[in-house]
Each structure stands twice: as structure tokens, then as C-alpha cells.
């Protein structure tokens, strides 16, 4: 069985090592490879003394880094990871077994902040992943512990029927709702989370972020549940139609005149924009059912991973 690590890093030679080498230590057959993003630093330098295998995507962002890796590698067992040694990298061999027994195609590691490191989630980036777990939920009606979590173990079959659209960190978010659209088999674990060492800076930035992880989300929503998106537009517009037409409703049924015209027309106008909405969240939920049909059909061109162990 082939098992591949992928690690995106960008300027990570303070942890580099320490990561690559647990992971190795964790699952010693597994075959590490650090994804350097554009470093500046020693990073490729101490992948490689570590033992892992380097290479290369010039086209900054996380995001990027996946798409090449989940195009180029070929495993039957996928751990993502990032470079930072914030999360407990020994604990891989805790979830590819889990894959493995429970016959999974994600499982995600739901960072727990480990003894004497209480401030390693920061309080802004805690709030944000909270706030969008809950709008997951919500939206998509999948229940989502830590959806921004960067340590995950895929199926072949899951990374090889991802679309991998996304250039930054709302890669997770992409994977989350994939695996939901999906309905795939998957399961979360707690995993150990610690504050990156001294001098080692977070790539995040809360707000930059955060709101380009909301826009995928409301993307997502456009593409993925065109019904509910396109109704909730419609049934606000007819909203603002009634208000607008019906007290000119009721003072022609009462007068027999139309005083306010210009109003009467703009609220006609507004009621049929919200009907033409119904129709095209009826026409794109019908193309999301072939779109799905597609996607389930590319997932089962590879078969389930079994484990060489009986």
C-alpha cells in the first residue's frame, strides 16, 4: 500500500524538520512530500535532510499547492498536513488506521489544543471557524466540527474525484463541502494542537481570510443548492413586491385609480425578476443533479482502499 504525506510550506525551515521527521517516525513506509510554495529560507534545504521528497509549485497559495499534489501523486492513501508543527504529526498513524479499518474516504483531524498550549488557536481564528462551522451546517445541512482543519487522510478515490477550484486557504472548505455533496463516507478525530515555536509567523490573516473563505461559501451555495440560494432571492423579492404593490392594490380596489405609477411598475417589475429566479434555481438545480451524477460516477472509477493488513 502506498501511503504519500503532502506538506505545503512557505518559509517553515523552524519546523520543517520536526514535521517530516514525525510523520516518518509515525508511518515509516509512507513517503513524505514537502510542497515548497516560493520560500525565501532554508525549507528545501531541511525537507530534504529530513527525509522527505521536495518539490515545487510557484503559484502561491495552499490551494495551489493541493491541486498539483492531488493531480501529480499517485497513493492509495493521502495525509495532508501543514508545515508549521502545530499539529501533533505523530498522531498519522492514528488516522490512516482509522481510514483504514472504517472504510473511509475522509477522515479529519479536529484540532484539540494540547496541555500548557491553551492560546495556540487564536481567539480570532477560533471565533472565525466557529462561526463558519455552523454556517456549514446550516447551508449545507452537514454537521462540521473543525472545517478548517489542514490535517486530513484521504481515499485515492476521494482525491482523485476532488476539483480542487480553490488558490488559498479556503482549500478546507472546498474538501468539506466535496465530501458533502459527495455523501462519502468519513469521520473526524481529536488531534493534538500547539502554538507554532518563537520567530515562526502565521500565513493567516483573520479578516483577508475570512472573507474569502465566506465567498466561496456563498459560491458554493450559488453552485450547490441553487433551490435553496435562488429561493431565498426570489422569496425576498417578492417580499419587497408585496410591500411596494399592495397598498396600491387595495387603493385601486377602493378608488379605481393609480396614483403612484412609477411604484406600481417597479413593483411589477421586482415580482417577475422573483419568478424568473424560481425558474432558474429550478433549471440549475436540474444541472446540478447531472453535475452530481458525473462526480459520482468519476469516485467509483476507483475501487475502496483495503488495507494489506487482515
Given at each position: 500500500m502506498k501511503i504519500a504525506a503532502i506538506v505545503p510550506a512557505h518559509n517553515e525551515e523552524l519546523t520543517i524538520g520536526s514535521v517530516v521527521s514525525d510523520l516518518l517516525a509515525a508511518v515509516p513506509e509512507m513517503t513524505v512530500y514537502v510542497f515548497d510554495n516560493c520560500s525565501t529560507d532554508r525549507t528545501v534545504e531541511l525537507a530534504r535532510a529530513a527525509g522527505a521528497t521536495v518539490r515545487f509549485e510557484r503559484r502561491k497559495g495552499k490551494g495551489n499547492v493541493v491541486r498539483r499534489a492531488f493531480a501529480d501523486l499517485d497513493a492509495d492513501v493521502y495525509l495532508m498536513i501543514d508545515g508549521d508543527d502545530t499539529y501533533d504529526a505523530l498522531a498519522a498513524r492514528t488516522l490512516i488506521d482509522h481510514l483504514l479499518s472504517e472504510h473511509l474516504d475522509q477522515v479529519v483531524g479536529v484540532r484539540t489544543a494540547t496541555q500548557g498550549d491553551k492560546d495556540a488557536y487564536r481567539r480570532g481564528h477560533a471565533a472565525g471557524n466557529r462561526f463558519f462551522n455552523r454556517l456549514v451546517t446550516a447551508l449545507f445541512g452537514v454537521k462540521v466540527t473543525d472545517m478548517l482543519s489542514g490535517y486530513r487522510v484521504f481515499s485515492r478515490r476521494f482525491v482523485k474525484s476532488f476539483p480542487a477550484l480553490s488558490r488559498q486557504f479556503e482549500t478546507e472548505t472546498e474538501l468539506t463541502i466535496h465530501a458533502r455533496n459527495l455523501r462519502v463516507p468519513q469521520a473526524e478525530l481529536p488531534i493534538g494542537f500547539r502554538d507554532r515555536p518563537a520567530g515562526s509567523e502565521s500565513k493567516l490573516r483573520t479578516v483577508r481570510d475570512g472573507l474569502r473563505?465566506?465567498?466561496?461559501?456563498?459560491?458554493?451555495?450559488?453552485?450547490?443548492?441553487?433551490?435553496?440560494?435562488?429561493?431565498?432571492?426570489?422569496?425576498?423579492?417578492?417580499?419587497?413586491?408585496?410591500?411596494?404593490?399592495?397598498?396600491?392594490?387595495?387603493?385601486?380596489?377602493?378608488?379605481?385609480?393609480?396614483?403612484?405609477?412609477?411604484?406600481?411598475?417597479?413593483?411589477?417589475?421586482?415580482?417577475?425578476?422573483?419568478?424568473?429566479?424560481?425558474?432558474?434555481?429550478?433549471?440549475?438545480?436540474?444541472?446540478?443533479?447531472?453535475?452530481?451524477?458525473?462526480?459520482?460516477?468519476a469516485y467509483l472509477q476507483y475501487g475502496p482502499v483495503v488495507s494489506d493488513t487482515p
Open positions: 473563505i465566506l465567498g466561496l461559501i456563498v459560491s458554493l451555495l450559488l453552485h450547490e443548492r441553487p433551490a435553496l440560494f435562488f429561493g431565498v432571492v426570489a422569496g425576498l423579492l417578492a417580499v419587497i413586491s408585496l410591500g411596494l404593490g399592495a397598498p396600491i392594490v387595495v387603493e385601486f380596489f377602493l378608488t379605481g385609480l393609480v396614483p403612484r405609477f412609477p411604484t406600481a411598475i417597479l413593483a411589477s417589475a421586482i415580482g417577475i425578476i422573483a419568478v424568473l429566479c424560481v425558474g432558474l434555481g429550478v433549471m440549475l438545480n436540474g444541472i446540478l443533479r447531472v453535475r452530481q451524477e458525473i462526480a459520482r460516477l
